[in-house]
């Protein structure tokens, strides 16, 4: 990942041990994943420009796909995924003013007194998007509320402003017909923010999205910003056997970043315990300085992410969770400088798998009955 923002650091010394699963799903498909699954086959793409990005990507129909993708949503001409300028009252905003990041002036790349069309609000804004601005305007006098909605996949696509409409700058999966694959459904916490370098803030979103059963006729995958501007679309996907075919089948995920940039290892964990015997366990890793990573045991590679791939060195691993009720992780380690790196991870169920183990109750009260 070229940048990614800190929200929960999961900091946890470990060394790096070897495996018995894994490999290069993308260099040497197949790879035996464990437990029955196998990963067929993987394809990545770092995009480094504006707009949307795509990879050659040939899965079998009815083959379960994993999916990670990841964004900036400003491009700025100071520093790349910048923060955009939070929302003010009363301000007239213009189109003609480009989408740049905060910190070149107030007003964009404009020129007069109104704004750049695109900004970053701060409050209500769980999904932590950016939006850009359909129409020239005047924003109104009280704070659009809520700005986004959890579950991310279904909030708002448009947030109404005085006489502006905000569009969210998020993305869409699509085959090579520009279709988008409806079978997608995103993690729980999908997009997060992760890791950046010490005093920056920044708009880089990533995404971890599960299909159970890919249709026919995909050639080529498609990461499409919802806004032309959004640049680096990136993408890393994999075709498995072996998981989930029907029903809910992502179970938890859960996202995590090193404090500093004085370290050379990163773990995250679920955001909770597994609901279920049977998970894999599946992360997507990556550091600023893109280091090329080895996985944490017991974590293994499934796309490595070495030098011969399109996304630099950022990496795909994983681990089979094999009894609910416990909070997994996965974690990375590099050689060389210390850096600041940053995993998100969604825990997906095997074929196969439909009873959950229950929650214990929460309602429960105790009387006595005199004798």
């Keep these: 990942m070229k940048k990614l923002l800190l929200l929960f650091p999961f900091l946890f010394l470990f060394t790096h041990s070897a495996h018995a699963s894994g490999g290069d799903c993308e260099v040497s498909p197949p790879v035996t994943v464990g ?209 989930c075919s029907t029903g809910t089948c992502i179970d938890k995920d859960g996202y995590g970043s090193s404090a500093t940039n004085t370290v050379n290892t990163v773990t995250a964990s679920l955001s909770g315990p597994t609901s279920y015997n049977n998970e894999l366990l599946v992360a997507l890793n990556g550091t600023v300085n893109d280091e090329p990573l080895l996985p944490i045991s017991p974590c293994f590679n499934i796309d490595p992410g070495s030098t011969e791939h399109a996304v630099d060195s950022n990496s795909v691993t994983g681990q089979i969770v094999t009894s609910a009720g416990t909070t997994p992780s996965c974690g990375v380690t590099w050689t060389g400088a210390a850096d600041e790196g940053g995993i998100l991870v969604m825990a997906v169920k095997m074929a196969g798998v439909s009873s959950q183990i229950p929650d214990p109750p929460t309602d429960l009260t105790a009387s006595v009955t005199a004798p």
């Design 35 to 243: 437990a029955g699954v196998t990963c067929v086959k993987a394809a990545s793409v770092f995009g480094n420009a504006e707009g949307t990005s795509s990879v050659l990507f040939s899965p079998t129909a009815g083959d379960q796909l994993i999916f990670f993708g990841y964004m900036c949503e400003f491009y700025g001409n100071v520093t790349e995924c910048n923060q955009g300028n939070d929302w003010a009252a009363s301000t007239a905003y213009s189109t003609a003013n480009t989408c740049v990041s905060k910190g070149s002036n107030s007003s964009g790349s404009g020129s007069g007194s109104a704004r750049s069309s695109c900004i970053q609000p701060v409050l209500n804004n769980p999904c932590n998007y950016a939006f850009a601005a359909q129409n020239s305007g005047t924003s109104g006098s009280t704070e659009p509320n809520p700005w986004s909605t959890k579950p991310c996949q279904s909030s708002p696509a448009t947030v109404s402003d005085g006489g502006i409409t905000w569009i969210a700058i998020t993305l869409s999966i699509q085959d090579q017909n520009g279709t988008v694959i409806s079978c997608f459904t995103w993690s729980p916490n999908s997009p997060v923010e992760l890791q950046v370098p010490p005093g920056v803030t920044a708009s880089y979103l990533n995404w971890a999205a599960y299909c159970p059963s890919a249709p026919a006729g995909i050639t080529s995958i498609q990461l499409v910003p919802s806004v032309a501007t959004a640049a680096q679309a990136s993408i890393m996907v994999q075709a498995y056997t072996g998981l």
